[in-house]
């Protein structure tokens, strides 16, 4: 059985950094075939991709963001972690991390899709 | 980045009926297209991939249908539990979402 389970602090103060764990049970992070991403939903609004991460320890992060989001793991821990810097309230969310595998895009190779999710963490910013 | 266009932002509907949605993308994401239904308070639940694809245990009356960048999402006979939040998403490169779709009970 799949699961990812998001944890981390639930309120920050503007400027602090974020950082933010998902452990995964059902699948390891060692797999060349799967991967973890992050994604965030302010309240009210759409979901926001905001990175990945694979086995071999590969990494893509939303254009808008890169330059505040590093994605890491700890592979011996089934762990994949997100650091946020500088946050503001506008970055209040529910953060999931959601597993990624392959899927053929046909004669031109694949990419990769969110197949299970996590619950999700509510982060609040606010002084 | 590639921009997802989705419609209608929300829609009104009755148990039984027939209901649409669609999402354009600014360019040509060749079937790398999902759909998933969230619940308030609640993680996406994918529906579809590939764009015509059912995802594990999704319901039979879900499809999806579509090509190049326009791509449209059909409950055949809507169900009580239907009733929810439907997202497309491409992850042609860079995965991107739409804006959502709010379906409501009429």
């Known amino acids: 059985q799949v699961t990812l389970r998001e944890s981390g602090p639930v309120l920050m103060k503007p400027t602090e950094t974020l950082t933010l764990t998902c452990t995964v049970s059902?699948?390891?992070?060692?797999?060349?075939?799967?991967?973890v991403s992050w994604i965030r939903q302010p309240p009210g609004k759409a979901l926001e991709w905001l990175g990945n991460?694979?086995?071999?320890?590969?990494?893509s992060y939303s254009t808008s963001l890169k330059n505040r989001l590093t994605i890491s793991k700890d592979t011996s821990r089934s762990q994949v972690f997100l650091s946020m810097t500088n946050m503001d309230p506008v970055d209040t969310a529910t953060f999931f991390c959601?597993?990624?595998?392959?899927?053929?895009?046909?004669?031109?190779?694949?990419?990769?899709?969110?197949?299970?999710w996590g619950q999700g963490i509510l982060v609040t910013v606010s002084s | 980045d590639i921009e997802m266009t989705q419609s209608p932002s929300s829609l009104s509907a009755s148990v039984g009926d027939r209901v649409t949605i669609t999402c354009r993308a600014s360019?040509?994401?060749?079937?790398?297209l999902a759909w998933y239904q969230q619940i308030p308070g609640k993680a996406p639940r994918l529906l579809l991939f590939s764009a015509s694809r059912l995802g594990d245990g999704v319901p039979s009356r879900f499809s999806g249908s579509g090509s190049g960048t326009d791509y449209t999402l059909t409950i055949s006979s809507l169900q009580r539990e239907d009733f929810a939040t439907y997202y497309c998403?491409?992850?042609?490169?860079?995965?991107?979402f739409g804006q959502g779709t709010r379906l409501e009970i009429k």
């Open positions: 360019q040509d994401i060749s079937n790398a």
């Open positions: 959601a597993r990624i595998r392959p899927v053929s895009l046909g004669g031109n190779g694949y990419n990769w899709l969110e197949d299970y």
């Open positions: 998403q491409h992850y042609y490169i860079l995965p991107g």
């Open positions: 059902g699948f390891s992070l060692t797999n060349p075939r799967l991967g």
């Open positions: 991460i694979f086995s071999n320890d590969v990494k």
